[in-house]
């Protein structure tokens, strides 16, 4: 359906047509992965560190690393850490090299969690398998133009 019919609205322009079809497009998108992720007691924020620590194949994390590679820079990591931990589902311990850092990883009881996630995220994969495989190609391109603007 297209965007001036979901919202019954009309837009100044195109570029701000793109604008609001994304937020809109994505807030679709994210509440139906959010409800996913509900049910497992997580955030996608906590779940963003997960993904990010099982990428690490049981090389331990710091911190910074973790801001480095969140989707969602503004967050206060050191808090998801905590949360993730009370969960018992990541590890933190001294860094043998420097001890005023902390090595965070995530623990088998925080992979089996990724695992029965994953078998979600797959399902909800399928909502989109109505655009093809080419289309995602040039979707995925023109996303990576717009964030790449230099004046931005």
Known sequence: MRI?????????SDY?????????TYMRLTESFQSILKEHDLTPTQFNV??????QKQTPASIGLIKERMIERNSDVS???????????????E???????????????GLDLLEIIDTSEANFMQSIEHVSEEEIKV???????LRSNPEA
């Open 139 to 145: 979707m995925n391109d023109l996303l990576d133009k």
């Open 95 to 109: 860094n043998k090299l420097d001890r005023r850092q902390r090595d965070i990883i995530i623990n088998q009881k």
């Open 50 to 55: 997960l993904r990010i620590l099982r990428g």
């Open 79 to 93: 808090r998801v850490i905590d949360r993730l931990l009370k969960k018992d589902i990541i590890e933190r311990k």
């Open 4 to 12: 001036e019919d979901e919202i019954q609205s009309s837009f100044k």
């Open 16 to 24: 701000h047509k793109l604008v609001v079809n994304l937020h809109f």
